[in-house]
């Protein structure tokens, strides 16, 4: 089975989730980053399943994943959704119920929509520990659903009228992060001029000319160029030092530190406001279920 894997990602979480998606299914599988329009999709038909990921943000699907969700072309391929984020709340479940209406009335038959939990980029930073937890369980938890997938076995996906009262609400958050966006600021001190900001802002926000770098009116508030700036150089619009971007948590190399614990036990599990005790137990009950190891 060829999968083509769309993602949009600005801290590298949910690139991660795709890449480890494309690499359970056959090889030819692609990934493919949402956002620059100056960049023509595969062809879908060329590939068997579709995979779409995205990080949630104010409790919905970002402004640019629904854009290309309706930009994609008719078709009747089967979709699978992941969405990731840094707390298990209920909130939460409903993200991606915009973009399934859209693909469905395109003709996709969506399969599958599943959250993984991933370390914060934004307000605190997950100790090492936890983070090897997170990612422990989130690549164990995509070889269950990828298995699911390759059986044939799928999900009936379907969303409360009722508890999705918020999602209109909260999509404020699109039409600030214009606006936030602009304000960005760079620490010039601190800034090497490595171009990094400008190379990998997935919708081509950031522009740079004469040494100087500019922030346009069309930001998806991912904090790419905050979270991945090797000086910690660029601080959040008019959030500054309020949301602090931390660097890469390089996951694949803390999951493979022996020094580091794990399972975690430095307290953050038993954080009631996150939710994480119920995401963990019931992602032992799957994996558990299917026989995954965690090792």
């Known amino acids: 089975m060829k999968s083509l894997i769309f993602y949009f990602s600005g801290s590298g979480n949910t690139k991660l989730i795709a890449r480890t998606y494309a ?34 943000h104010a409790f919905n699907a970002p402004e640019v994943v629904v ?14 959704i992941f969405r990731t984020s840094g707390e298990a709340l209920h909130f939460n479940d409903h993200a ?28 605190f930073r997950h100790s090492p520990e936890m983070a090897k937890h997170m990612w422990i369980y989130a690549r164990a938890l995509v070889t269950y659903n990828t ?21 209109p609400l ?17 620490d010039y001190d601190k800034c090497i001029q490595c171009g990094l900001c400008e190379k ?17 009116k069309n930001c998806a508030m991912c904090m ?23 660097g890469s948590y390089n996951l694949e190399r ?13 307290g953050t599990l038993k954080k009631r406001l996150l939710k994480y005790e119920r995401y963990y137990k019931r992602a032992d009950f799957l994996l558990n279920n299917e026989g995954i190891s965690l090792k």
């Open 23 to 56: 690499s359970k299914f056959d090889a030819g599988s692609l990934v493919f980053p949402i956002g620059n329009p100056n960049v023509g999709i595969p062809n879908i038909g060329d590939f068997d399943i579709i995979g779409l990921g995205f990080p949630i």
């Open 67 to 80: 854009k290309f969700a309706k930009s994609l072309p008719k078709g009747d391929k089967k979709v699978f």
């Open 96 to 123: 991606a119920r915009k973009v399934v209406r859209i693909l469905r009335k395109k003709g996709y038959e969506v399969i599958q929509d599943f959250h993984y939990l991933m370390p914060y980029n934004m307000i």
């Open 147 to 167: 298995n699911k997938i390759i059986r044939g076995e799928y999900d009936k996906v379907r969303y409360s009228v009722f508890r999705g009262w918020h999602l």
């Open 170 to 186: 909260f999509r404020i958050e699109w039409w600030f992060a214009h606006i936030n966006g602009r304000h960005f600021k760079v």
């Open 200 to 216: 990998t802002c997935p919708v081509g926000n950031i522009t740079i000319a004469d040494g100087k770098i500019k922030f346009g």
């Open 224 to 246: 790419g160029c905050s979270f991945n700036c090797p000086k910690a150089a660029i601080t959040p619009g008019i959030f500054k030092k309020k949301w602090k971007i931390n």
């Open 254 to 266: 803390i999951a493979n530190d022996e020094s580091i614990p794990f399972p975690c036990q430095d």
